[in-house]
């Protein structure tokens, strides 16, 4: 599969969804939650606050109203600009006066919700900047520097999750350009500093104590979109190491991860080996593997993600999407010889992996032996 038959993949698939997304937001302009993209919330009304993240819905209506559509009739919609418009304002009515937001309860003052709702914000804001009543302009601007200044403030203490801090550095660096304020970005390069402290030698990246590839695919995305930004050289010497941990942990069927994983997952989020493969030969191997199996349905996928996941992938897709696209497929894509070794053992993430003609076998021993 070549890289421009992966973006148009990730295209169409993400195209698909956008029926489902667009009605899971609140289009009634006399409504009081006009713009809410919780649907339990304002239709339901099965739970008593509306969840922030969900907010994130506002990227992919920005990527069809702006790039590309797929010939849909969303590309210049006044209409579907309304939407976004209504998406951004009830985004910036959901913050603190503090600047953050909350993701399960309220007066939970997220990190997580905080920053991946105003990463997502801050991307869709630089796709339809010029499009917007200067009126939500400026109250979205406003509200992503207040949350700059939050993050700015705050930290995660409940557990380490390296997708969450590499998510709070990219919506840092958006905040910086937004607001041309130094101390945001000095602020993420906190962020990515501790994530690289936390870095094993064998290249993985720490959630709860331990290796998760699936949640690994989850955060390269937003270090890869930090390298993008800032062409952060260190960084992308971090991202290579975790490529060449990660190969070795995409199964023969295009799959990965699993119950083996610190947190059990099998999700693919491709968008960061897209943005690396020109970089990083493993990210390449990665990336082409990742578009085989979603396009055979072998992984966990936007047709069968939750909804709390829901956005995140679809959003992760549209800019595999545009990565895919752009880049250019030189150079092989083989099979790493690493992968080809008969055993593999990687003490700290307690993970073995034994490899012969008639199987493949990863034991997590850290998780008892699973």
């Known amino acids: 599969m070549t890289a421009s038959d992966a973006g148009q993949l990730y295209l169409r698939r993400a195209l698909e969804q956008m029926p489902r997304s667009?009605?899971?937001?609140?289009?009634?302009?006399?409504?009081?939650?006009?713009?809410?993209?919780?649907?339990?919330?304002?239709?339901?009304?099965?739970?008593?606050?509306?969840?922030?993240?969900?907010?994130?819905?506002?990227?992919p209506l920005?990527?069809?109203?702006?790039?590309?559509?797929?010939?849909?009739?969303?590309?210049?919609?006044?209409?579907?600009?309304?939407?976004?418009?209504?998406?951004?304002?009830?985004?910036?009515?959901?913050?603190?006066?503090?600047?953050?937001?909350?993701?399960?309860?309220?007066?939970?003052?997220?990190?997580?919700?905080?920053?991946?709702?105003?990463?997502?914000?801050?991307?869709?804001?630089?796709?339809?900047?010029?499009?917007?009543?200067?009126?939500?302009?400026?109250?979205?601007?406003q509200?992503?520097?207040?949350?700059?200044?939050?993050?700015?403030?705050?930290?995660?203490?409940?557990?380490?999750?390296?997708?969450?801090?590499?998510?709070?550095?990219?919506?840092?660096?958006?905040m910086a350009q937004i607001s041309g304020c130094d101390r945001f970005l000095d602020r993420a390069h906190y962020f990515l500093g501790r994530i690289r402290s936390h870095q094993?030698?064998?290249?993985?990246?720490?959630?709860?104590?331990?290796?998760?590839?699936?949640?690994?695919?989850?955060?390269?995305?937003?270090?890869?979109?930090?390298?993008?930004?800032?062409?952060?050289?260190?960084?992308?010497?971090?991202?290579?190491?975790?490529?060449?941990?990660?190969?070795?942990?995409?199964?023969?069927d295009g799959t990965l991860g699993g119950e083996y994983g610190s947190r059990s997952t099998q999700f693919a989020y491709p968008a960061g080996y897209e943005i690396l493969a020109g970089a990083s030969a493993a990210a390449r191997w990665i990336a082409r593997r990742m578009a085989e199996a979603i396009a055979e349905r072998r992984v966990a996928a936007l047709e069968t993600m939750d909804a709390q996941n829901f956005y995140p992938l679809l959003n992760n897709y549209l800019f595999a999407a545009t990565a895919a696209v752009a880049r250019d497929d030189a150079g092989e894509a083989t099979e790493p010889e690493a992968v080809q070794r008969e055993r593999l053992e990687f003490p700290d993430a307690g993970l073995i992996k034994i490899t012969r003609p008639a199987y493949e076998l990863i034991v997590g021993a850290s998780k008892g032996g699973v």
């Open 200 to 252: 094993s030698k064998e290249g993985w990246y720490d959630e709860y104590d331990g290796a998760d590839p699936g949640y690994q695919t989850h955060g390269t995305f937003y270090l890869a979109r930090c390298w993008q930004l800032t062409g952060d050289a260190d960084l992308l010497a971090s991202l290579g190491e975790s490529a060449e941990f990660l190969r070795h942990f995409i199964h023969p």
């Open 22 to 59: 667009i009605s899971l937001q609140d289009r009634e302009p006399l409504s009081k939650t006009y713009g809410c993209i919780d649907r339990t919330y304002w239709a339901w009304k099965f739970v008593d606050s509306p969840g922030t993240r969900y907010q994130e819905g506002v990227y």
């Open 62 to 141: 920005a990527f069809v109203y702006a790039v590309d559509d797929g010939g849909q009739g969303y590309r210049g919609n006044a209409k579907v600009l309304e939407w976004i418009e209504a998406g951004m304002d009830y985004w910036a009515s959901l913050q603190h006066r503090d600047g953050s937001f909350d993701e399960a309860y309220p007066y939970e003052r997220s990190l997580a919700a905080t920053s991946f709702s105003g990463f997502y914000v801050g991307e869709a804001l630089r796709l339809v900047e010029d499009a917007i009543s200067p009126e939500t302009r400026e109250r979205t601007r």
């Open 143 to 174: 509200a992503l520097i207040r949350a700059g200044n939050w993050l700015v403030r705050n930290d995660e203490t409940h557990g380490f999750l390296s997708n969450h801090l590499a998510v709070a550095a990219a919506a840092l660096v958006h």
